[in-house]
């Protein structure tokens, strides 16, 4: 009872926040004359994937939780919410491409320490966040393109 309450409660937590964040941040005019690289996905790709992966970051939040609740992994799973959340404002809202770079890299960092954490307490864990660590590499590529040819 306690474990499904608990995903449930984040699950609600990362995809509403995420999707709210998503929605208010939409890319309007502003992003849609950037220069962006060739490789750079059609904006129909990333709501999709990011509601797969906050799905996968929230199991991995309660598996944390639910093991180890506020333990140092507990406080890096956090910290890597809190950037995810704040990279859509700084790049979206405030139209700052050097300072979402550096929320984008220290997400990245968060993650992958999220995941070196866990390694020997909790495999399946770490693994659970592969697909995200990749995705937000590819991201950081992304914002670093945008961030050069602008």
């Not at 309007?28 to 970051?57: D, N, R």
């Not at 320490?113 to 937000?136: C, I, N, Q």
């Not at 992304?142 to 602008?150: D, G, P, T, Y």
Request: aromatic share 18%.
């Amino acid at each position: 009872m306690k474990r499904n309450f608990v995903l449930l409660v984040l699950i609600i937590l990362v995809v509403g926040g995420g999707l709210a964040i998503g929605y208010l941040t939409r890319p309007g005019e502003w992003y849609a004359q950037l220069a962006k690289p060739s490789f750079t996905p059609p904006g129909w790709v990333f709501g999709p994937v990011w509601t797969v992966l906050y799905v996968m970051i929230a199991i991995a939040g309660a598996r944390i939780f639910l093991k180890d609740p506020y333990g140092p992994s507990y406080w890096l799973w956090w910290g890597q919410l809190a950037l995810n959340f704040a990279w859509s404002p700084v790049f979206f809202s405030a139209h700052n491409i050097g300072l979402a770079l550096v929320v984008i890299l220290l997400l990245l960092a968060a993650v992958l320490g999220l995941m070196f954490s866990l390694w020997r307490r909790d495999r399946a864990t770490a693994w659970l966040l592969v697909p995200y660590t990749l995705w937000v590499g590819f991201a950081s590529v992304l914002n670093a393109s945008i961030f050069a040819l602008n």
